[in-house]
């Protein structure tokens, strides 16, 4: 299994625009072979962050998660409003052995 997880942050008063902006892709994701998980969502306790948090039962369907997206992005059309500036981001890759749940 993967997990990648992450965080963007945005100005405050972007924040539920920019996770608005992410439906399609969230519903898109959660259908592709292989997608366990896929959500973005605020983070409670600071106003502009948003969380990202994936789970991919392994790597080739990640890689065409990946693959897939770029495509889209490549070939979408710019929306009616300003894009959404991202001030910052960090997502990372996590390789997990195993797994049991907790308690």
Do not use: K
Request: aromatic share 8%.
């Amino acid at each position: 299994m993967l997990i990648v997880a992450g965080s963007f942050n945005v100005a405050p008063a972007d924040r539920d625009a920019f996770i608005a902006s992410r439906h399609e892709a969230m519903q898109l994701s959660r259908s592709e072979r292989g997608c366990i998980e896929y959500t973005f969502s605020a983070d409670p306790l600071v106003p502009g962050r948003v969380v990202l948090y994936e789970r991919w039962e392994q790597q080739r369907d990640l890689d065409d998660h990946l693959s897939a997206y770029r495509a889209r992005t490549a070939s979408a059309t710019p929306g009616t409003g300003p894009p959404i500036a991202v001030l910052s981001s960090e997502i990372t890759l996590f390789d997990i052995a195993g797994s049991r749940p907790l308690g």
